[in-house]
């Protein structure tokens, strides 16, 4: 009789809260196939940027690399969060920093950091490409899900994002050059420009 007390407890628990508060974790997420794939993919175009940046902390000891390259980690693991809980392994086999799964983010960590080499503003400059790039492909993934637990990841790593772009930009002014957008455009880089930073968990 204690048992089923217990068990019909547990169950009316279970019911009265959310996955979170339960710590109920895992196979509860339901994913696409192609959610499923952005979601690899931009595990590794986390991995990308945090690495890129070390690289760049290592060469000229600037700050703004170490401090946005600890925020790329904390989006990495937001993301291996929702694969863990749709039950898949981890699509990044190797945390070393430059090696990759995918080959095209391999051949572009290679050619970003040549780049970042050259000087100190290069290596801004590829900051705020990265930025760029990932605001332009996380909102191409936003369209392809109505799942609100990924969406709300999106939609923090795009805010962690424009901060970051606003940081690499102000920098760059400060050195007295200028960034221009490859991917975003024109007019949503300068309106991010002059948004205030989010408290986004970047």
Do not use: W
């Amino acid at each position: 009789m204690f048992r089923m007390i217990s068990t019909l407890l547990a169950a009316y628990m279970l019911v009265g809260c959310s996955k979170e508060e339960t710590g109920v974790s895992g196979l509860e997420l339901q994913l696409t196939t192609i959610e499923q794939q952005d979601l690899s993919y931009l595990r590794e175009e986390e991995k990308l940027a945090r690495d890129v940046y070390l690289y760049n902390k290592e060469l000229y000891g600037a700050n703004i690399f170490s401090n946005i390259s600890s925020s790329e980690q904390t989006h990495m693991d937001k993301v291996l969060e929702l694969l863990e809980r749709a039950g898949l392994e981890d699509p990044m086999k190797s945390n070393s920093i430059g090696e990759f799964n995918n080959a095209e983010l391999a051949a572009l960590y290679t050619e970003l950091t040549e780049q970042s080499s050259v000087s100190l503003v290069e290596a801004l400059k590829v900051g705020a490409l990265i930025e760029d790039l990932d605001i332009d492909d996380i909102e191409k993934m936003m369209t392809h899900t109505t799942n609100t637990s990924v969406l709300k990841v999106y939609s923090n790593l795009v805010c962690g994002s424009k901060n970051h772009i606003r940081a690499y930009t102000n920098t760059i002014v400060s050195n007295g050059e200028t960034y221009t957008p490859q991917f975003i455009s024109d007019d949503y880089y300068n309106q991010i420009l002059i948004e205030s930073s989010g408290g986004c968990g970047n």
